[in-house]
């Protein structure tokens, strides 16, 4: 454990960095799994839809800081290739 007060302060804030960025995360692989699923079941409809969604929060995410925006730009044009084909 960390005795200089500036270490502690930078312990709290990593893990109060992590809990926001974890979350961020995890609700980009909810929207990611949304397009999947209506992909997987060939609705083309819903897909569209949930891929607007999903781009919207994986820009919010790269944004933040979360994602670098290659890994952005890489996530959503795997997703969209995946809803333009089965349209």
């Not at 005795?3 to 995890?26: C, F, H, M, P, Q």
């Not at 980009?28 to 699923?37: F, Q």
């Not at 891929?51 to 795997?78: F, Q």
Request: aromatic letters at 2%.
């Amino acid at each position: 454990m960390a005795n200089i007060k500036s270490a502690k302060k930078r312990i709290l804030v990593n893990e109060t960095k992590a809990a926001r960025n974890k979350a961020i995360k995890s609700k980009v692989k909810t929207y990611v799994k949304k397009v999947e699923t209506a992909v997987a079941n060939k609705d083309a409809a819903v897909a569209a839809e949930a891929l607007k969604a999903a781009i919207v929060e994986i820009n919010k995410a790269g944004s933040k800081g979360v994602y670098h925006k290659n890994t952005c730009s890489r996530k959503i044009s795997r997703l969209t290739k995946a809803v333009n084909a089965i349209s």
